[in-house]
């Protein structure tokens, strides 16, 4: 008796089915509408404006007692 391996063990994917599940898991993805993208958008450009503000203030605070010393 010939004893199966794990190459000959395994399915071998068609092209045909592969595009089914392409499909299939395409059909599951979510896209933000616009509402949604506008909501992301200005939670992004305000961290980043705050975290920019905030960083240049302790830039400034160093650089004020740098030069105290």
């Not at 450009?45 to 203030?57: A, E, H, N, R």
Request: proline share 1%.
């Amino acid at each position: 008796m010939k004893k199966n391996t794990k190459k000959e063990s395994k399915k071998v994917v068609k092209k045909d089915n592969l595009f089914v599940q392409i499909k299939k898991e395409m059909s599951k993805v979510h896209f933000p509408n616009k509402t949604d993208m506008i909501k992301y958008s200005v939670a992004t450009i305000s961290f980043v404006i705050f975290f920019g503000i905030y960083f240049y203030l302790i830039q400034l605070v160093m650089a004020f007692i740098k030069s105290i010393i």
